[in-house]
């Protein structure tokens, strides 16, 4: 079965320390990842992919096949991060993007 | 034009009442998509439009009836809905998938349904 797990429903941490939000994800096929986010009142926008290895905003996600991961970072939160972040899988052949739960991350000054 | 625009942005109706909900883009993606979004919960797929055509259908009761007019337009057509029907709409596109490799989705800013 293809499913996308964000294990951390909520994520609080301090303006300048490290932020780490985790996905596994369960698929068959070779997997292609994405992070989406949501800032208040904005609409979902792409944040990163897999396949693309770059750094937005700071951001970065590498994929761990072994572990099944794609776990999001940032060396240094700033206040503008806060927001839902959504891991999702896109499932080959299907153009159908299934999502994890998303995770809540609060950036405090 | 970047953007994919969503019509109305918010709607009320009633259980009796027959509704349609608006998506357009005009970045020429060919796959266009309906997601269904609860308060707290991530999208979920609803329909998929590859090249105007219906490609997948997530078992969707059918008081909900999408329909894709032309490349640039996808409609969502609504009838008799349920009060747990309500919900913000998600219209999305993409480039669709190409050499197996697939495209990234960008979505409208949604319609918030409510049904009464």
């Known amino acids: 079965a293809q499913r996308v797990t964000q294990p951390e429903k909520l994520l609080s941490v301090f303006k300048g320390a490290p932020v780490e939000l985790k996905c596994n994800y369960s698929y068959s096929g070779s997997p292609e990842l994405f992070w989406y986010v949501q800032y208040s009142r904005q609409r979902l926008q792409l944040l990163l992919r897999h396949i693309s290895r770059e750094s937005i905003k700071g951001f970065t996600a590498d994929l761990n096949k072994g572990e099944t991961s794609f776990h999001l970072k940032k060396p240094f939160a700033q206040e503008e991060d806060s927001a839902m972040y959504y891991c999702?899988?896109?499932?080959?052949?299907?153009?159908?993007?299934?999502f994890g739960q998303g995770t809540r991350l609060t950036i405090n000054p | 034009d970047t953007e994919v625009t969503q019509t109305p942005k918010h709607l009320v109706m009633g259980m009796t009442n027959k509704k349609s909900l608006k998506c357009e883009q005009h970045?020429?993606?060919?796959?266009m998509y309906w997601y269904k979004q609860k308060a707290k919960k991530p999208p979920e797929l609803m329909f998929v439009?590859?090249?105007?055509?219906?490609?997948i259908n997530e078992s969707v009761p059918s008081r909900f009836s999408p329909e894709c007019p032309n490349s640039s337009l996808l409609n969502l057509h609504l009838h008799a809905l349920q009060p747990e029907d309500s919900a913000l709409y998600l219209c999305a596109s993409s480039q669709g998938t190409s050499g197996g490799l697939a495209y990234e989705q960008y979505f409208g800013p949604g319609t918030r349904l409510t049904v009464t």
């Open positions: 999702a899988l896109l499932i080959q052949g299907a153009q159908k993007l299934v």
């Open positions: 439009y590859s090249y105007e055509k219906l490609s």
């Open positions: 970045m020429g993606h060919r796959a």
